[in-house]
């Protein structure tokens, strides 16, 4: 079992900077692909990132493709989300979750999800 615990969110202007970070519990953390979701109030919970077990291969939602950009280290059980060049857009609470299985933009592939941390972009 892989419990995440995310961290990192806050509030920032926009076109700043932000690195979330989400720590996993359990020994098949390395196994496990990764992802980073995120819901906005009133919308519904939406697809963000995802990472390979090895870390080798990444996959955006094309609304963060060029800003954000998804990593992880295994030796710490930990997946990052840098978040540049934010927007307004982007507020909202984000998600770490561990993929189970399926495709890799679903929500409903996924298991074992975090609290979530709150991101808002405002002047």
Same mark, same amino acid.
């Given at each position: 079992?892989?419990?995440? $615990? ?21 020994? /098949?953390?390395?196994?496990? #692909? !990764? ?12 697809? #963000? ?14 609304? =963060? ?13 930990? =997946?990052?989300?840098? !978040? ?6 982007? /507020?909202? $609470? ?12 679903? /929500? ?10 709150? =991101? /808002? =972009?405002?002047?």
């Amino acid at each position: 079992q892989v419990q995440p $615990v995310e961290s990192g969110g806050g509030s920032v202007l926009p076109g700043g900077s932000l690195r979330l970070s989400c720590v996993a519990s359990g020994r /098949t953390f390395s196994n496990k #692909v !990764m992802g980073w979701f995120r819901q906005a109030p009133g919308k519904e919970r939406e697809f #963000v990132a995802a990472i390979s077990s090895s870390g080798g291969s990444t996959y955006y939602a094309d609304s =963060v493709k060029g800003r954000f950009t998804i990593s992880r280290a295994n030796a710490k059980n930990t =997946v990052y989300l840098q !978040m540049n060049s934010l927007k307004p857009e982007d /507020t909202a $609470v984000y998600y770490c979750a561990v993929h189970y299985s399926g495709s890799y933009y679903y /929500t409903g592939s996924y298991g074992y999800w975090g609290q979530g941390t709150q =991101v /808002t =972009v405002s002047s």
